[in-house]
């Protein structure tokens, strides 16, 4: 049986590196930003309204046009994956992009404003202000996207199966509570 699981995240939560566990796990595929646009360079490097970087216009401002085309390429990624086999998908608005589709399990990974703090402080050597500006742009940025492109609230609870806050929590816990959901969910 083919399957799917969606991470979404808030940022210095860890949700990227769990999601990624959680496929080394299951010994599935992950994709995710980097992923699929380097993917998308490759197949349609012909076409540079979909190469992710055109999407800034020089004076900073988002090219809505070529970000629609992008989100349009990555969400026909998205579904292509899915239907050739399981895999786990990190961000790019997955869970909506397959709303229609059977075994897909949608996740929500939080953590609580210090840890993330702390993670965003280690990773970047940023101080406690710093950190925590960087948290709030991220978070932002990634609800306007959601909401650009799925006319929803990336924080409704109703858009997940699982919504899990990794406070106190290793990786490898975060991802062996993802797969138990999972596996006892789609009957793995």
Do not use: W
Request: glycine content about 8%; aromatic content about 8%.
């Amino acid at each position: 049986m083919k399957y799917a699981i969606t991470i979404s995240r808030t940022y210095g939560s860890g949700g990227k590196d769990i999601g990624k566990l959680v496929a080394k796990k299951l010994g599935i595929d992950h994709y995710g930003h980097r992923k699929l646009s380097n993917e998308m360079t490759n197949d349609y490097s012909d076409d540079e309204a979909v190469n992710y970087s055109l999407i800034l216009k020089p004076d900073g401002s988002v090219d809505f046009e070529a970000e629609d085309k992008v989100f349009r390429a990555q969400s026909e990624a998205i579904i292509r994956h899915a239907s050739e086999g399981s895999c786990v998908f990190i961000g790019r608005c997955a869970d909506y992009v397959l709303r229609g589709c059977d075994n897909v399990i949608r996740v929500f990974i939080t953590a609580d404003r210090r840890d993330c703090m702390r993670r965003a402080m280690n990773m970047f050597e940023l101080n406690p202000d710093d950190a925590k500006q960087l948290i709030k742009t991220m978070d932002k940025s990634r609800g306007e996207y959601y909401l650009y492109h799925t006319g929803r609230s990336r924080d409704d609870a109703s858009n997940y199966d699982l919504s899990i806050n990794v406070s106190g929590m290793s990786h490898e816990d975060a991802a062996d509570v993802i797969i138990a959901y999972a596996s006892r969910r789609l009957g793995l």
